[in-house]
């Protein structure tokens, strides 16, 4: 097992990764920038390195600092947690050739996959399903259209290189496909230094599932069972939950039979989430893989009872799988709802700021992921991302009840966040049925919004 692990990133997931390390025994040595000097991963590190100025690209991106640090300070391995450089394939090479042992997939693995019009052809070639569209990259817009009339509107049109919903835009006619093809890619651009661009024909109102996969250096690669990710906003994740009520029995072992296909076919290493969106007939399409730990990991920990921060380390040391395929069972139900530090009622504006005052939820079956504390200041250079409720209950309903009680017991004063607007979804009647689709918020927003000036009025008053 590694000596001393430099983690470079922030926030919640800086203080997961630490703590994991610390449960093995791992020294810790996390980097940071001026602006989060005072942070608690910062606080609770071994030793803490401020590596640049607030800007992402003067830190957290930046490589030769990183690097430097992890050197000098006896480093064997760096976990790049997510975002940031953590599906930076130059960034995997770099810690190779420095080395350091990279948490994560080769620099190969991660081009082969982070190109996702590259990962769909190579998902087509060993019989992965994936969504009708283009074969490659297109061109330009007189090609997106040409694509999109053969396989028929509405079409998505998508960054190669893209994540997070970004340099993604939808065209319902052939007139949008021009415009919409500009603005995804001066997206991409602008977010990736990428303008590759490929179309999929867009399937409507689909449900966004996704299967955790673990595969280590030995060859074995297994599935950790589903997560239903379809309560989005401008495809950003904000309600998760495992297991689906989408998925029968049947269709579950097809999707993670799919997702261990898709892993051996990409040579992976390590943890990885295999993306699939599933129509109304029960078909299912290849859409990306994530070539790192995902945000709502813990929701799958909830189900497993598996630590999945431990099991990277463990694959990166060269130590098998904890557990194989067959001594994997789901129990329960889990979600997890990501509380921003953002307005809903000025169009999701991020909310920055001083937390004056800080009650965490707790109780059985009740998880926190959060690097917030009372007197912290939230920078505005960064993520939203302030913390992460996480429930688990032997039922779905018991654990929307649970995460309803939560929520209610979440007090983050001095910073406006999202949590009442998630309280309220889980009383909406689809959410509640689990009649839900990556349309939901799209649909009731307006709706939800009125409801979360109600309650706001009677609080005033």
């Not at 997939?105 to 190579?122: F, H, Q, T, Y």
Request: charged share 25%.
């Amino acid at each position: 097992m590694f000596k001393r692990v430099l983690i470079a990133n922030r926030g919640e997931i800086a203080l997961r990764v630490l703590r994991a390390c610390r449960d093995l025994d791992i020294d810790t040595v996390v980097i940071h920038s001026t602006a989060d000097a005072d942070s608690l991963a910062v606080q609770f590190a071994g030793r803490a390195v401020c590596v640049g100025g607030p800007r992402a690209a003067d830190s957290y991106l930046n490589t030769a600092a990183i690097l430097t640090v992890a050197q000098a300070t006896g480093c064997d391995a760096v976990h790049p947690g997510y975002g940031f450089l953590s599906e930076n394939a130059d960034f995997a090479d770099a810690c190779g050739k420095a080395g350091l042992k990279f948490i994560g997939p080769s620099g190969a693995v991660i081009r082969k996959m982070g190109n996702k019009a590259a990962a769909r052809e190579l998902m087509k070639s060993v019989g992965v399903p994936v969504v009708p569209g283009s074969d490659g990259a297109v061109a330009d817009a007189a090609q997106a259209k040409a694509v999109a009339d053969a396989i028929g509107y509405p079409v998505l049109i998508k960054a190669a290189a893209g994540g997070g919903g970004r340099g993604m835009r939808r065209a319902f006619t052939p007139e949008e496909v021009e415009a919409r093809f500009e603005e995804a890619r001066s997206e991409a651009v602008a977010n990736f230094g990428d303008g590759e661009m490929y179309l999929e024909k867009l399937i409507l109102s689909p449900r966004h599932i996704e299967f955790q996969i673990l595969a280590d250096q030995q060859g074995n690669v297994i599935q950790l069972g589903e997560r239903d990710c379809s309560i989005q906003r401008k495809n950003q994740k904000l309600i998760e939950e495992s297991p689906s009520k989408a998925l029968t029995p049947e269709l579950r072992e097809r999707m993670g039979a799919a997702a261990i296909l898709a892993a051996k076919a990409a040579g992976y290493e390590n943890a990885g989430t295999i993306e699939f969106v599933l129509d109304k007939d029960g078909n299912f399409y290849f859409i990306e893989m994530n070539t790192r730990i995902q945000v709502e990991h813990p929701v799958t920990e909830f189900v497993t009872g598996m630590d999945l921060v431990r099991e990277q380390l463990r694959i990166a040391a060269g130590l098998p799988l904890s557990k194989p395929q067959e001594e994997v069972a789901l129990t329960g139900h889990a979600m997890e709802c990501r509380i921003n530090a953002e307005d809903p009622r000025r169009g999701f504006a991020p909310c920055p700021g001083k937390v004056d005052f800080l009650h965490l939820p707790g109780g059985q079956g009740v998880r926190v992921d959060t690097h917030l504390f009372t007197g912290y200041t939230l920078p505005p250079y960064y993520d939203s991302l302030c913390a992460k409720v996480v429930v688990h209950a032997p039922t779905r309903l018991e654990a929307v009840r649970k995460m309803r009680r939560a929520l209610e017991e979440l007090v983050i004063e001095g910073c406006t966040t999202n949590a009442s607007l998630a309280h309220l979804i889980m009383y909406h009647p689809e959410f509640v049925r689990g009649s839900v689709d990556t349309g939901f918020l799209e649909r009731n927003l307006e709706e939800l919004l009125k409801w979360y000036d109600s309650v706001g009025e009677e609080a005033e008053a």
